[in-house]
């Protein structure tokens, strides 16, 4: 007997800490339609779980049907592809472990796998991406946070509980800053956003040299970027400090896992040469000396939603397939 239907497409749901965005798309890496809204606006988890899943029968709906869509594929902050589960996420506004792909999936009856965004944004970036043909590599996600996801013979290592890969939360400094995981001097707490901004601070406050960032009352990296153009001493030594954090913090990991590349994702890592090239140099500073040079650091070329939507949708053909409407 030949099947004379094939589901053609999956939902893919991107869960941010500000916004939650879904989309359905084909088999090819197409986004047929998409839609957002405020993640916050759902404080209880399963208030948040009934109007994604309304949210998403009604997306269907409108675009091609039910019975075209094969699973559900979510990327979220902490989320564990082992146990499919939101674990101790401590930027969103649901506390504990949170099983999330059970939840989603009695509610649609559709197969459903959950992953972290490093992890989906490492998958689009192999099925799509610069990732594509590579067998060694490790997915850096910079932006609100940090973290990271590794590919070792062309295949996702989770290490043993699934949380392989969370470099953000490795130590960076000792007795540093206090990081919203509980711990202190985490990498995160320096070369995310919110790093950034607290070098800057840092920055201003020892030395008494003039800088266009005193004057700016909402500071951004961008902005601090744009100084550096300009010749701002303070916001150059502010960059350089953070790729030289970064760049140290890489040189550790390379020498352990022996990367083909570092592939970059996130609002950080748009932040150019006054970031990457105090990195590059920091990391071939410490690096072991017998792969020198061997690394490729390299910018993803998707978008940071058009990454974990790519990402969402790999994970979503990546489960096994069940429906309760076959």
Known sequence: ??????????????????????????????????????????????DFASVLSERVVTLVENNGGYESIRSLGICCPSANYMTSCIENAPNLPWKGVVPLAAMMRDRLGLAVALGNNAYARGLGELAFGVAHGM????????????????????????????????????LAHHDGRQCGCGNSGCLEMYCSR????????????????????????????????????????????????????????????????NPEAFIFTGSVSHLGDWLFDPAWESFNDHVFHNIKGKVKFLSSQFDEKEANMLGASVLAWSVKEYSLFK
Do not use: W
Request: proline share 3%.
């Open 1 to 46: 007997m030949i099947h004379e239907t094939i589901k053609t497409r999956v939902v893919g749901v991107d869960i941010e800490i500000d916004t939650t965005t879904l989309a359905v798309i084909d088999v090819r890496g197409d986004i047929i339609a998409s839609e957002s809204f405020n993640t916050g606006t759902n404080p209880n988890i399963g």
């Open 135 to 170: 067998k060694n590599f490790v997915l850096m996600t910079l932006g609100g946070g940090v973290g990271s996801c590794i590919f070792v013979n062309g295949q996702y290592y989770p290490g043993g509980d699934g949380f392989a890969g969370e470099i953000g939360h490795s």
């Open 194 to 257: 919110k790093g950034i901004l607290l070098t800057a601070q840092e920055v201003m406050s020892e030395s008494d040299k003039p800088s266009k960032m005193r004057l700016t009352e909402d500071l951004t990296p961008e902005i601090i970027v744009s100084f550096c153009e300009m010749g701002d001493e303070l916001a150059i030594e502010t960059m350089r400090r953070t790729g030289d954090v970064l760049g140290s913090a890489l040189s550790v990991y390379a020498t352990i896992i």
